[in-house]
């Protein structure tokens, strides 16, 4: 399938595999490339920029196929050594970059001097616009479906989508809520060029986390997720257990004068317990409400070859099918022009 996101990154088949703490290692992230997606390494989840070197020539050993790697800003005391990270993407020869966070605009001249392309995460039209306008090569719409950080504003990928369509003129993906080739077919026509999948992809043989967190995901329905960090306008989607309802708990006792510190517990240094150890009750991890779509744990290259399978087939079969040209009506664009 050729899109502009295919061209752009030089993929076979539109299906980004998002950055995902704990999660975004080498073997997941080159299942993905081989499978003809593009794989992505949380650069993170590796503590100095001299083990993310170390991933990204691991990964180069899985794979001849382009990989990106993911680089969340956040606000900090004590902030990641972003200039060592961004050095390592460099000499390990990373052609592409997921941002997420903050604005990444200090960052983008070193990286496009180095010819790598950029796709920054948001989850707002203005934030796509913004990213449009420091030089992002692409973004990734994150509507409030999503696991991890749905941002503050509440709109839905079936409103989010057409609304960046409207006013974006480069590409971007579509993220949250993304499972299958419905998924994938329903984002194109909505505008995107390419679908973003995390919870999915954890629920993957290669996925390198604990099977308890796998079953989980294929246990859960739609309905299992919940926002947590709301009152802190830190919002994050998590899959629902005994630590997230003591967190939600906590929320409604203190109201306002929460801090993080009150909830540190639930959610500080909780991943590596859980995607490792497979202890499901040890705090609040990213999930999306996509969790209610998964019901099995392929291999990468059978999820991915199931995906284009079924895209291919709605495309051809089921809404060519559909189709009843008629010579009164024709179909205009919507204007690329950003809104007054």
Not at 8 to 30: K, W
Not at 64 to 80: A, H
Not at 121 to 148: M, N, P, W, Y
Not at 175 to 201: K, P
Request: with cysteine; charged share 20%; aromatic share 4%.
């Amino acid at each position: 399938m050729k899109t502009r996101i295919t061209e752009l990154f030089g993929m076979a088949h539109p299906i980004i595999q998002g950055g995902m703490h704990h999660v975004g290692l080498a073997e997941l992230a080159a299942a993905v490339s081989n499978a003809g997606g593009l794989g992505i390494i949380t650069g993170l989840t590796q503590r100095t920029p001299e083990l993310l070197a170390r991933e990204i020539a691991r990964c180069r050993t899985m794979t001849d196929k382009p990989f990106g790697v993911n680089l969340t800003f956040l606000p900090s005391v004590n902030p990641p050594d972003y200039p060592g990270y961004v050095k390592a993407i460099i000499d390990g020869g990373v052609k592409v970059v997921e941002t997420a966070g903050n604005n990444p605009q200090q960052w983008l001249p070193a990286l496009k001097d180095a010819g790598i392309k950029v796709i920054h995460k948001c989850t707002s039209v203005r934030h796509a616009l913004k990213a449009q306008a420091i030089g992002c090569d692409a973004v990734s719409v994150d509507g409030f479906e999503c696991g991890g950080h749905p941002g503050e504003d509440d709109v839905p990928n079936f409103i989010l989508l057409p609304r960046a369509a409207e006013a974006l003129k480069i590409p971007f993906v579509a993220s949250g809520g993304m499972a299958d080739g419905r998924s994938l077919v329903a984002a194109l026509a909505l505008g995107a060029e390419g679908i973003n999948m995390g919870t999915r992809f954890i629920a993957t043989q290669e996925a390198p986390v604990h099977d308890n967190v796998k079953r989980a995901i294929v246990a859960a329905s739609e309905l299992d997720t919940r926002l947590v960090m709301r009152p802190l306008r830190n919002t994050e989607r998590v899959l629902a257990n005994a630590a997230v309802e003591r967190l939600l708990q906590k929320e409604r006792e203190l109201g306002a004068a929460i801090t993080f510190a009150d909830i540190a517990p639930e959610v500080a240094g909780v991943y590596p317990r859980i995607m490792q150890q497979g202890d499901m009750e040890a705090g609040a991890w990213s999930c999306g409400m996509v969790a209610g779509l998964i019901h099995d744990v392929p291999t990468v290259q059978q999820l991915i070859d199931s995906i284009m399978a079924q895209a291919n087939a709605l495309i051809s079969e089921r809404l060519a099918g559909m189709a009843r040209p008629s010579p009164h009506i024709s179909f205009q664009e919507p204007s690329k022009e950003a809104p007054p």
